[in-house]
């Protein structure tokens, strides 16, 4: 079965301009996490995504950062305009609810490198 | 405000001796708590969950105990190697389900030859 998937791996832009990332849960998953993680500080939580609901968006910086999840599948995240502030690895993960025996556990992509010029 | 924090500095400790990792937090009442390895590079992997109601899990060399008392739980690996080395995470979630998860600071350990 595959993983979490992320897209792209990297990308370099500058100041001003629009990045739009991409994740792809493993699919059944209902829940759908983005997390950053900024260098040398902790992953820190940014919103989730219950199906293609937002359960909760309470970590988004601001209104420059808008995320969508088409129909409880893929999700994107979008910067606009970009600062330099907002360069980081963007991590998604997704799980199945912690129920009986499940363990919640989040499965990660590899992350997406954003950095801004 | 909410914080998790754990060993703030690198743990550095010799291949064959008991790694002991923290993780503490506060204004939280979290349901369960999950354990993750990170390596440069990757996103982190799951090791443990330990729930409000358990005092210790364990895995093959990995133990996990949790205070709900002293808001605390450690991490232990027994009979550290080389390939232990990488950032460790612990996780919180105030319920099961639906939950959001929050993630600490990470502690960085070397296991050294």
Redesign the interface.
């Known amino acids: 079965e595959a993983g979490v998937t992320q897209f792209p791996s990297h990308s370099v832009i500058e100041k001003g301009q629009t990045v739009t990332l991409r994740c792809d849960p493993i699919s059944g998953h209902d829940n759908l996490y983005w997390y950053r993680r900024v260098m040398g500080k902790e992953i820190k939580f940014l919103l989730h995504f219950v199906k293609e609901s937002k359960q909760d968006e309470s970590g988004m910086p601001n209104n420059r950062f808008l995320a969508e999840r088409t129909g409880g599948t893929y999700s994107t995240l979008k910067v606009q305009p970009a600062e330099l502030e907002d360069s980081g690895v963007y991590f998604c993960a997704s799980s199945q609810p912690l129920f009986g025996p499940n363990t919640g556990e989040l499965f990660f992509g590899e992350g997406s490198r954003l950095t801004v010029l | 405000s909410q914080k998790i924090e754990q060993n703030s500095e690198a743990l550095n400790i010799q291949e064959g001796k008991t790694a002991t990792l923290t993780c503490n937090y506060t204004n939280y009442s979290p349901a369960?708590l999950?354990w993750?390895r990170q390596d440069p590079?990757?996103?982190?992997?799951?090791l443990l969950?330990i729930r409000e109601n358990e005092k210790e899990k364990r895995k093959e060399r990995l133990k996990v105990t949790f205070d709900t008392t002293l808001k605390q739980s450690l991490f232990h690996i027994t009979a550290s190697q080389p390939a232990d080395s990488a950032t460790y995470?612990c996780?919180l979630?105030l319920s099961?389900?639906?939950?959001?998860?929050?993630?600490?600071?990470?502690t960085k350990l070397q296991v050294i030859p």
Do not use: E, I, N
């Not at chain 2, 590079?41 to 799951?46: A, L």
């Open positions: 369960y999950q993750y590079g990757r996103g982190p992997v799951f969950l995470l996780a979630a099961g389900g639906y939950q959001k998860v929050t993630f600490g600071t990470g």
